[in-house]
């Protein structure tokens, strides 16, 4: 379990976010960090992930505080796909995905049949057979992306944060991914926990919300956030309104 405690989450001594009281994420939850834009939905995810832009307030992974645990401790419980690619364009996809074991493997990084087996399980559901021994430079955005993701899903931690993880892909895929991910965390016991601004697929799909509104850190489940007012005023508009009964928006 992942739990917060009177979190503030900002830069330097400015509180973008915060909590009071406690906030747990179970596992086997699929859960969407909403928000509007400069809300704090990625400071709160990298808070999570490494206690950065942790401002005050604690992170416990599995009940025990985030900086008692070494960084390998971290990285098997924990991965994240960001939205900055800081990687070599010169990796191959499989190679890429291969890294994704390093916490698992022994002091020269020899793959086991395990890992390899984890591999080639996450390329096929992922549709990325085929594509594994391209350069990660000649793959387009959307492929990227899917690939990014399924490397963090190689890691196979207990935990996986996403920030924006559909916004290189079409409608389509977007639906498809996130449809792959619950279905992920659901049968294999896995948390993702992701930022988006895809609102009405994130309710469409999602077992819980965290949102984030001038500044205040709130968890429900999805119905009872749906039954909330909370969707009109985090985004209010004359002209867009949120349909409940169809689980859709309406411009005007």
Known sequence: ???????????????????????????????SIIGTNGSGKSTLLRAIASGQHLINGNVFLEDKNWTNQTAQDRSRLISIVLTERAFSYFLSVRELLELSRAPYTNYIGKLSDVDHEIINEVLESFDLKGMESRRAGTLSDGQLQRVLIARAIVQDTSYILMDEPTSHLDINHKADLLLLLKEYCHKKGKTVIYATHEIQLALSLCDEVVSIHKGNIAHQSTADFIKSNLLREIFPSPHVDFKHGKMEFRFD
């Open 1 to 31: 379990m992942i739990r917060l405690k009177n979190i503030q989450v900002g830069y330097g001594h400015c509180v973008v976010a915060q909590l009071d009281g406690d906030l747990a994420f179970a596992k086997a939850k699929f859960i």
